[in-house]
């Protein structure tokens, strides 16, 4: 960066000693075509455009960093994650679908009688083949159970 005395600055006229080191130090800092220039650091207002040499990604991880390979490391917030389990400690809290919390298959606390066999609740039922005609009552089913056609 180029040092150059100001009039303003100096209160005074400048001296002939002045007005050429203020040419020589423009000369010497000055960017020449070919030459690489050098920025500390850059802030972009937006993404860089593709057609402007840009990647036209903005930071979107969270992290503050573009992203530019395949496996990014996203903090806040926890992407894909449930809130009720971890998926890098690998523990979970799933709803129960039909059956009890200790893992076994649910079933009858009470005694019923279906179609003729008799259910304890045991889960282990074998049941009679019996046929049912629409219209007429068994053991254990009513006539309102079948209104209107079956199959």
């Known amino acids: 960066m180029s040092t150059i005395v100001t ?18 130090n423009l000369n010497t800092d000055k960017y020449q075509s070919g030459s690489t220039a050098s920025l500390a650091s850059l802030t972009l207002a937006s993404a860089l455009p593709v057609l402007s040499g840009g990647t036209g990604t903005t930071t979107s991880t969270g992290s503050g960093s573009v992203v530019f390979s395949t496996s990014p490391t996203l903090v806040t917030p926890l992407l894909g994650t449930p809130t009720s389990g971890n998926f890098s400690t690998g523990t979970f809290t799933w709803p129960t679908f039909n059956q009890n919390t200790t893992g076994t298959a649910a079933k009858w606390t009470t005694a019923r009688t279906l179609a003729g066999n008799s259910v304890d609740g045991s889960a282990n039922v074998a049941f009679a083949n019996k046929f049912i005609v629409q219209g007429t009552t068994d053991t254990g089913l009513s006539g309102a159970q079948f209104l209107g056609a079956l199959g």
């Open 7 to 24: 009039r303003a600055g100096k209160g005074s006229a400048l001296t002939y000693a002045e007005v050429d080191s203020n040419f020589t």
